[in-house]
């Protein structure tokens, strides 16, 4: 009893982490066309930075703030100097991407070192939960709560702001928006430091949990990819929906079938791509 | 010329889609407050020359200037900006944004004054009224072009550009739109309206350019053509 009600809670803490990590990744993808490869590293990253940040004596809750905007503004810089120098180049910008995670893994290991450093829970959430003779980590709910506040407040970014708009428009006719008068360069920028800044969040956000290791950034590109995948680009409920199938898949195909848990991720992936190119919820072809 | 205030001049613009050479030199004149009907058979470069003009094609040669500013180089959306707004060929409506919506992401003010607004754009188009909270996607024809155009206002442009907005569209719903072009024309703006509808276009032009294979082949007044058809027709020759 006790395993499938852990296991359950934590396949939803990994689903709303893989939100946090796949939302941003999602946004840049529809409306730029760029499967940003640091997107994994920029996770690593926030951990990182949270460790940081602790260790000069912040709290969790701070120290994930500070994360999630450096992180930002590594993601604003990338753009800038980098990706937009590649504008038109797909080719060049994935190899970029790939380029520049590969310089933040190694950068993340000369400043933090190659061993796992863990990140405390917070004092207050460190008390398991009792309900109706049941036991739940605190922690992994709060980072269930975090993932929905976070969903809720994208959404309606999306869905009631011009901002979101002017980013859905860019997302169906990039040349067309450009011909309303939408600053292209400005909502790349803006976009791209969103996906980072809830890259880092999650980053920071999971540190209790996953802790900071070398590695930690490739383990959650491929997670986000098949996220992306299943649950197709261009579309904030499809992402949601899939991070929290892939958070179940993941743990419970760990935890019952390790040996078969690569199989029991990337199966539903193939066939999502065999036979709905769009993914379960988008619209655009990946 | 360089103090010359037509609404939108082009001298001798050239355009290629990679190596293939489009538009040969293309000249022509737009004064203010005129509608000029840009006509020519399929594949002739009207498309082109409005895309060279929105910026959404950078013309390799010639100059395009808009009240005496270049425009050569600028981006499309400073373009759009600086006041020349587009109601491209196929209409191109945002589908996944409400009506409201599509309309939102186009507006802007302007120093100079801003005669339009959502409530003008309905009081335009009553039908956008009704539906504008629907999604755009499920618009029929006929309202997607009103919706087309009513995006290119909110910008309260100085230049209008409208490639083909009769296009595949009812006879009723053509001749709603062409009340609206007449009653936009009213209003003073300086227009370029590209045409197959060869009817349409000529009822509301005041000036007529004709382009074939990517070259000025007629550049007259409306009035002539009309007084005399054989003109443009030899050029068109598909009317
Ligand atoms: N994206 C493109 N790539 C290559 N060639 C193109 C492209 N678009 C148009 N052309 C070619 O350029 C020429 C001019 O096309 P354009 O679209 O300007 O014609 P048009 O006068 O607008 O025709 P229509 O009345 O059919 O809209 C044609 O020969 C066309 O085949
Ligand atoms: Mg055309």
Redesign the pocket.
Same mark, same amino acid.
């Given at each position: 009893m006790q395993f499938w009600q852990i296991q359950t809670l934590n396949s939803f803490a990994l689903g709303g982490l893989l939100f946090l990590l796949s939302s941003g990744f999602a946004l840049i993808f529809g409306l730029m066309r760029i499967a940003n490869l640091t997107h994994g590293a920029l996770f690593m990253l926030g951990a990182y930075a949270a460790v940081s940040a602790m260790r000069a004596g912040f709290g969790l809750a701070l120290a994930a703030v500070i994360a999630a905007l450096s992180v930002a503004v590594v993601g604003g810089l990338i753009e800038r100097l980098v990706l937009r120098r590649l504008s038109g180049n797909a080719q060049g910008q994935v190899l970029a991407t790939l380029g520049l995670s590969f310089i933040a893994s190694d950068f993340c290991l000369i400043v933090w070192g190659g061993d796992t450093i863990p990140i405390q829970t917070p004092a207050m959430f460190q008390a398991p939960l009792r309900f109706m003779g049941l036991i739940f980590p605190t922690y992994r709910l709060v980072v269930v709560g975090i993932a929905v506040v976070v969903g809720m407040v994208l959404y309606l970014l999306m869905e009631r702001t011009r901002l979101g708009a002017m980013i859905r428009a860019g997302v169906d006719d990039m040349q067309m928006a450009r011909a309303v008068g939408i600053r292209a360069s400005a909502l790349f920028t803006t976009v791209f430091c969103l996906g980072a800044l809830l890259a880092g969040l999650g980053g920071a956000v999971g540190g209790p949990i996953f802790s900071a290791y070398p590695g930690l950034d490739s383990d959650m590109l491929s997670l986000a990819l098949i996220v992306v995948i299943l649950g197709g680009i261009g579309s904030l409920v499809g992402t949601f929906v899939a991070s929290f199938i892939i958070g179940f898949i993941y743990t419970f195909g760990t935890a019952l079938l390790p040996d078969l848990a690569y199989v029991i991720l990337f199966l539903p992936m193939v066939i999502v791509i065999a036979f709905r190119p769009t993914g379960l919820f988008g619209t655009i072809r990946t | 010329m360089a103090t010359d205030t037509s609404a939108l001049v082009l001298e001798s613009v050239h355009a290629y889609?990679?190596h293939?050479h !489009?538009l040969h030199g293309v000249s022509l004149r737009l004064d203010e407050g005129r509608l000029l009907a840009l006509l =020519?058979?399929? =594949?002739?470069?009207? $498309? $082109? $020359?409005?895309?060279c003009i929105a910026g959404l094609l950078q013309a390799r040669e010639g100059s395009i200037r808009m009240f005496g500013r270049a425009l050569g180089r600028l981006a499309p959306e400073f373009i759009a900006r600086a006041g020349v707004r587009l109601v491209p +060929?196929g209409r191109r409506i945002f589908p996944s944004l409400t009506v409201q919506e599509n309309l939102a992401v186009a507006e802007q003010k302007r120093a100079g004054g801003s005669p339009w607004s959502f409530a003008r754009v309905y009081e335009l188009f009553p039908r956008l009224r009704e539906r504008h909270r629907q999604g755009a996607g499920s618009l029929s024809g006929g309202e997607q072009q009103m919706l087309a155009i009513g995006r290119a206002l909110m910008g309260n442009p100085k230049v209008l550009l409208m490639?083909?907005p009769s296009e595949g569209l009812a006879p009723l719903i053509v001749a709603e739109v062409g009340r609206a072009i007449e009653q936009i024309k009213r209003e003073g703006l300086s227009i370029i309206l !590209?045409e +197959?509808n060869f009817k349409l276009a000529l009822d509301l032009a005041d000036d007529v350019v004709v382009?074939n294979t =990517?070259q000025v082949a007629f550049s007259g007044s409306a009035d002539a053509v009309r007084a005399e058809n054989e003109l443009v027709t030899q050029h068109l020759g598909v009317f």
């Open positions: - | 889609y990679g293939s !489009v =020519g058979r399929n =594949g002739a470069g009207k $498309t $082109t $020359t409005i895309m +060929q490639d083909e !590209v +197959q382009i =990517g």
